[in-house]
């Protein structure tokens, strides 16, 4: 089998080197989901920390599948049902190209998050096994003791049943307003930017009862907002600073439209003059660079290898490195041949979908 190598630096290898689970380990622990925003359709990256206390049943799906395709009237209205229970249902395609999935979703009118698990690690991790036309789909659930495990049978509102009393909301559904419904189900499930300005709107509401919902789901925000940044300067203290940087740059795009504390433009502007975390930002740089040269077939693999031998030994002990260290052993594992994408474009390239 040739070797997609540029597509799997793209979309974020070291999620992949912690993937590897056995199928036994994955039935009970949740695999790491990719942080990679383009991997995420109807939904910024969803993290443990947002499904915390949650359940979420996983419909992992073949959308080349005419039998699969006509059941997802079925699966949104049967999901509806729990619109009010601490339960979130997940898409999961494997091995498509973003646009083609991104057209799949609108025509069937899908607004479930989706994850676009375009080099199958999250789908390998969990043990669901390849999903094609011979297995057209499977389930797998989180529930809200952090056990994520395999349901028999293909109804996901079993699937659902069995995990959502493990499950709380943060806020009360019956505390909100039904005009807030919508909002509340982005805040609960971590879409904050897209709450912000209704949350903003209806603060200052002359219905007592709609502004008090909102206070209450600006609350839940505020807390997360606070978490994160008590989560950075932990980092920082215990001198993780690129972990710290990085906790609040993703705070600022998490929480756009909201006003984060002036403390975090300062704690920010000190941390990017840390030596780790300039060395950590130039190694970033330097490999969007390499995705870019060694994308699209334009050098043979003997030469891809060399560039990214050469980027280790410039860059040793960067969170970098450790993700073309991955992609190396990975080429290497399958021959070193094989044509290389291109990853220059604002989305990410997806590997072709395998034969199904």
């Known amino acids: ?21 056995s199928q036994q380990e994955a039935k009970e622990t949740l ?19 947002i499904l915390k206390d949650k359940a979420v049943v996983f419909w992992y799906f073949e959308e080349t599948c ?46 479930w998050p989706i ?4 080099d199958r690690s999250f789908e390998k991790a969990s043990g669901v096994g390849e999903i094609s036309l011979q297995n057209i789909h499977q389930i797998r659930v ?43 189900q982005q805040v609960e499930f971590g879409n904050y930017s897209a709450a912000s300005q209704v949350l903003k709107k209806n603060l200052t509401s002359q219905k007592a ?30 001198g993780e600073t690129w972990k710290a940087y990085k906790l609040l740059t993703e705070a600022s795009t998490r929480f756009r439209g909201y006003t984060l504390p002036a403390t975090v433009a300062a ?8 030596e780790n975390v300039k060395k950590e930002l130039t190694a970033d740089k330097a490999l969007d660079t390499l995705k870019q040269k060694v994308g699209g077939g334009k050098f043979p693999p003997k030469s891809v290898k060399a560039q990214m031998e050469k980027f280790l030994e410039q860059y040793s002990g960067t969170e970098a490195a ?16 094989g044509p290389m994408e291109s990853g220059a474009a604002a989305t990410p390239p997806q590997p072709q979908p395998q034969s199904k």
């Open 209 to 238: 009862d709609i502004k008090e919902g909102a206070e209450k789901l600006q609350a839940l925000v505020t807390s997360e907002i606070q978490a994160t940044i008590d989560e950075s300067a932990a980092a920082k203290s215990a």
């Open 322 to 337: 450790d993700e073309v260290k991955v992609a190396l052993a990975r080429f290497e594992g399958a021959g070193g041949n």
């Open 66 to 111: 005419p039998k699969c395709e006509k059941r997802w009237p079925e699966l949104l209205e049967t999901a509806q049902k729990y619109a009010e229970q601490p339960v979130l249902f997940v898409g999961v395609n494997s091995g498509t190209p973003r646009p083609t999935l991104e057209g799949y979703l609108r025509r069937n009118k899908i607004t």
């Open 142 to 184: 989180l529930g809200g003791d952090g056990k994520f495990q395999g349901i028999g049978g293909f109804e996901i509102d079993k699937a659902a049943d069995a995990v959502v009393t493990t499950a709380k909301w943060h806020v009360d559904p019956k505390e909100i307003p039904d005009a807030l419904k919508g909002t509340w």
């Open 115 to 118: 994850l676009l698990d375009a």
């Open 267 to 274: 704690d920010l502007k000190e941390l990017k003059a840390d």
């Open 31 to 49: 695999p790491p989901l990719p942080q990679v925003p383009q991997q995420w359709i109807n939904s910024p990256p969803l993290t443990p920390q």
């Open 1 to 21: 089998m040739k070797v997609a190598c540029t597509a799997v630096l793209v979309l974020g290898l070291a999620t992949f080197a912690r993937g590897q689970e």
